[in-house]
């Protein structure tokens, strides 16, 4: 079987859990488009067989997120997972609508960014958060990236928390942006909640850490996304717009987006 399968993740499995569960379902070769922390929720595409050849244009997408920053507390991993390691008051200003909505707009643009140390970025051949667990500290550079777009969705002054949704290059760290966000609301802040609303038009099925993934074969009849056969030669070279990459589309009628989406990928990176 070759295609998509797409995940609405909750809270409490990693990407790997939720690989690991399908590889076991269909006993082939299976990955993601994107590693997403065990406290995230949403949107998470599954590849399966040939469908990992599509990783490429899938992982190239702009992201687009909806976050709660809960302001007053720093944690060392940049999230609720973390231990708090610095708490600052939130003034009344802090959390005026007009202040929020001005300290989010300083933030459009191209810039740059320093990542979490928490974070699995190879320094030297480790991970940083290797690092960080065994208190070490490094040099972490900064890296390139843009915010396209970002907008108050809501305040909640009684628990000093900031809804905001915000549209990023690939590469960008909601984690570090809280914090950023929290030191420009001059206080402490950590990245309380993440989800992802969808890194495509895609529909999602539910998964937990909990759930029984075979029922995931009773459901993918009208969440996967089907390849059909010849979309690869041998050394797997047709790119995403060839005739030959073909969506069933009675099976999934969002084939047709993610094909052009890949199209649109492939084309841009081959002008």
């Known amino acids: 079987m070759d295609g998509i399968i797409v995940i ?17 379902i269909f006993k082939t070769k299976v990955g993601h488009t994107g590693t997403l922390d065990p406290n995230a929720t949403g949107v998470l595409p599954i590849l399966v067989g040939q469908g990992t050849k599509l990783s490429y244009y899938l992982i190239e997408h702009d992201k687009e997120y909806i976050c709660t920053l809960k302001l007053g507390q720093k944690r060392d991993t940049a999230d609720s997972e973390g231990s708090v390691i610095e708490e600052k008051e939130v003034t009344e200003n802090c959390l005026k609508e007009d202040n929020v909505n001005n300290i989010l707009r300083m933030f459009l643009g191209v810039q740059s960014q320093i990542p979490p140390m928490y974070s699995a ?20 550079k900064p890296r390139t990236i843009e915010i396209y777009n970002i907008e108050l969705v809501s305040i909640n002054k009684e628990e000093k928390e900031i ?30 909640e993440l989800n992802i609303p969808g890194a495509m038009p895609y529909p999602g099925i539910s998964a937990s850490a909990s759930e029984d993934f075979a029922v995931i074969a009773e459901k993918v009849p009208s969440t996967f996304m089907y390849l059909s056969a010849g979309y690869l030669d041998e050394r797997g070279q047709y790119p995403a717009h060839h005739p030959k990459a073909q969506f069933n589309e009675d099976v999934c009628p969002i084939g047709a987006a993610c094909l052009a989406h890949c199209a649109s990928q492939w084309l841009k990176n081959n002008k």
């Open 163 to 192: 809804c905001f949704k915000v549209k990023c290059s690939k590469g960008t760290y909601i984690r570090s942006l809280c914090e950023d966000i929290a030191e420009k609301l001059e206080t402490v802040g950590y990245m309380k």
């Open 8 to 24: 609405n993740k909750t809270k409490g499995c990693t990407s790997h859990d939720v690989v690991n569960k399908i590889k076991r």
């Open 121 to 140: 970025i190879k320094v030297k051949g480790k991970k940083l958060y290797e690092y960080a667990r065994k208190g070490e500290s490094i040099e972490i």
